[in-house]
């Protein structure tokens, strides 16, 4: 019987959006989203955190191979993401407003799949270092 | 049916304190509270964080308004107690003990019954970057 | 005779900007700017530090008035800047490239002249916690 | 009935270590553990976290005593931990590899039984700014 | 010919304060000190950074003992500071307003006699993390 | 006529070092170092910082090439210190000791020489968060 633990590793990664419901009116979008529905987009350094959790694996001393899941979040996050205009290049967020709890939940949809033996517990996403969103895979 | 996601703000309060319990001969309050027993007070740059939990609403993309969000912890929370010394002007310390639990209880009892949609997850208070209380309305 | 002192203010804005020169052909453009030649643009999460120098003010205590250099780093620089695409929408990028080292000369430039009494004495850009620029009016 | 409220304290100390299973072979050792495995070790500036969850309690407005809190960390962890080789130092180590997620469960053993009225909630371990594990007393 | 380094270690201290002049009106300390004018004062956990320059020593490679710099910034200005209304209970500003600026003339009066081979090169006082204040000496 | 610019950027490497010397007797090791004579070692998470001075490039807005740099403080410090026992693998600590200082000097003496059009102005470590060490180059 092994104890759990919950292993958080952070990336940081730097893309612009702008938020926009195209069937809202242009006085609603800019009532509701203000300086964020700027059509030119602006931008942020976003710090993703990843939480795994797990038992500790006796011979290893690792819930997590750490190298494999610090490749997992380039692969399927911060490659895709650095340095894009997320509303014109990520395909989620061409009908998803990008606001910071919709990003949490897009990486936890493109994180969860490929992790195995650890269990996805938590993705949190800061878009700026006092505003952050956690998702947790509750629906 | 939608994601549930928790959303985070953090601000910054300047305020002073002092911890005395009348009830405590002197020599009492100077043992159980050491130095924060000084009746002339002494501050901390005081950090708020405030969590909602709710779902995602399809048409903004939010858990809550973010602009709703920080109007609401600047009336009820910062200008109140910035710039305050609370033992002496803030009606809720005039009988309870400023310490840091205290605090997070009382931000939680002015915000939680103003947040509608969004519920009230959790308040955390940083009395200093290495000392913080979480409440999460138990009780 | 007053001592000398060095104030600096610390303030955040969220922009956009890519790296461009119309001179290079598309090959060097990519060559030299990488990731950030993406036409969408990307963002970050900019500090903005403002140092003043001067003289003590024997009567208040203060360098410079702390309320004038805060409405004076909106004005100039925050209220301008913030939630923008640089390139698209300030004019100074319109032919100079939004480098953190062009950035930090900007808004000195935006700066200097509007201090009186106080000296401009450095503006600090971090484009991310890891990269600033420095800019003390040397040319 | 009183507030249930969870008090984090924070503490750093700088130690080293090395990751080495001696049934693996040295290329096992070498491909599972990387840099980690180099003999002569390597350091950390580990951040130590330890949340304890209790009521308030009215005459002192403590969940815990914050004196006794911090005399405990030094006591159990700190003391004994900070500037050592945690593998030839820490009798815990002479058989446990020193991951972050064995030194959050080694801390969580070295204070659980030493809290009395306030119970351990939570010991975190920050092995650098990016890297932190969570150990809840799960098994 | 031995190499010059500065080298610089950080505290903190949680102190209160009020900025008042007894030779100003009522109606002009509230205009120029806003909410600061406050008379029972609010406070703040300042961080005070003490940087020594000197020649790096064959023997020990310190500029400085880094045991008398922490005594020495513990006895001159933690011990005395630390939990105190500055207005109320620290002589230099009985007479002198407590500002970010003269409590960085404050510090460095108090510690630059004190410092023999290793000279006092600057002293930083952060009123909170977005605002600070230098003193080289100058005057 | 450019304006000229301080370019910095930070990474960050884990090392474990002792502080020892060898003339010294037991007893006076002891009471210089203290707990840093440690035979085994003990480890850090050290912060470089690079800080670079040049004329604005008017081609590129840089004054100097980002990926080059980091490549440099890769190659000449960072792949080098990373993970490393500094007395028992690097060169220059088999005779010097790594203190904070020391290592200022020595990334300076690997760095300076390497940079071209941009001068190096500064190298600044963090031991710890609260304790760093400047070199400008001065002897």
């Given at each position: ?8 590793r952070k ?22 989203f203000?300086?964020?529905n ?9 710090v ?13 001393g ?9 490749d997992?979040m380039?692969?399927?996050?911060l ?7 997320l ?16 990003l ?10 490929k ?15 006092d ?9």
């Amino acid at each position: 019987m092994s104890a759990i633990v919950y292993l958080t590793r952070k990336a940081e990664f730097s893309a612009s959006h702008l938020y926009h419901n195209p069937q809202f009116s242009a006085e609603e979008n800019k009532r509701v989203f203000g300086k964020c529905n700027n059509p030119n987009g602006h931008g942020h350094n976003y710090v993703l955190e990843v939480t795994v959790k797990g038992q500790i694996d006796a011979t290893t001393g690792f819930v997590v191979d750490l190298k494999q899941l610090k490749d997992l979040m380039h692969q399927e996050v911060l490659d895709a993401l650095d340095h894009r205009f997320l509303n014109k290049e990520i395909p989620e967020f061409f009908s998803l407003i990008p606001t910071t709890e919709n990003l949490a939940l897009v990486c936890w949809q493109r994180l969860a799949p490929k992790l195995a033996a650890a269990r996805l517990h938590r993705v949190r996403i800061y878009e700026t270092p006092d505003l952050f969103a956690d998702f947790y895979g509750e629906v």
